[in-house]
């Protein structure tokens, strides 16, 4: 018998607009959509190894600083596929403390979510290089979830 939980299964979010989020988030992030075999209105998104949920609401409470974080297995080509989809973001910046790459973007109802890399670490497999050593040019930087909001909000220069 363990007394530790194995893993985080789901969180849920609320959305304005369910059918903005599924589009969003199934291009954005590749999830699938699962229709609920009760009555729910609640919106079930997977990628199989996690889960997303977002509950309906007529009027969005702002949720800022309260963000949830996305590990991603290829950081240049995930910020490539953002600028494909039209996905603003904020300059990476590199954490010196364990070498890992983060930035910010917010999904359609202004929910905060951290993109982040780790090169060394074993899963998923690291990139052939670690993108901590080179820059992106003319992003803004965001050293904080205040930061990035000003950033995402275009109050300051941001990347596409």
């Given at each position: 018998m363990s007394n530790r939980p194995a893993y985080i299964h789901?969180?849920?979010?609320?959305?304005t607009d369910p059918e903005r989020t599924k589009e969003w988030y199934a291009k954005v992030f590749g999830m699938k959509y699962i229709k609920p075999k009760s009555n729910t209105k609640v919106v079930l998104m997977t990628r199989g190894n996690f889960d997303l949920h977002f509950t309906?609401?007529?009027e969005m409470d702002r949720m800022a600083p309260y963000h949830f974080a996305m590990e991603v297995?290829?950081?240049?080509?995930?910020?490539?596929?953002?600028?494909?989809?039209?996905?603003?973001?904020t300059r990476p910046i590199m954490r010196p403390e364990n070498n890992s790459m983060f930035c910010y973007i917010h999904d359609p109802?202004?929910?905060?979510?951290e993109l982040v890399y780790h090169h060394r670490r074993?899963?998923?497999?690291?990139?052939?290089?670690?993108?901590?050593?080179?820059?992106?040019p003319g992003a803004p930087a965001a050293g904080?979830?205040?930061?990035?909001?000003?950033?995402?909000?275009?109050?300051?220069g941001v990347t596409r």
């Amino acid at each position: 018998m363990s007394n530790r939980p194995a893993y985080i299964h789901h969180v849920n979010f609320p959305t304005t607009d369910p059918e903005r989020t599924k589009e969003w988030y199934a291009k954005v992030f590749g999830m699938k959509y699962i229709k609920p075999k009760s009555n729910t209105k609640v919106v079930l998104m997977t990628r199989g190894n996690f889960d997303l949920h977002f509950t309906p609401v007529e009027e969005m409470d702002r949720m800022a600083p309260y963000h949830f974080a996305m590990e991603v297995e290829d950081w240049d080509g995930f910020l490539a596929h953002l600028d494909e989809v039209g996905v603003r973001h904020t300059r990476p910046i590199m954490r010196p403390e364990n070498n890992s790459m983060f930035c910010y973007i917010h999904d359609p109802d202004h929910t905060m979510i951290e993109l982040v890399y780790h090169h060394r670490r074993k899963f998923p497999p690291p990139m052939e290089y670690d993108p901590a050593e080179k820059s992106v040019p003319g992003a803004p930087a965001a050293g904080s979830a205040d930061e990035a909001r000003e950033a995402l909000a275009g109050t300051t220069g941001v990347t596409r």
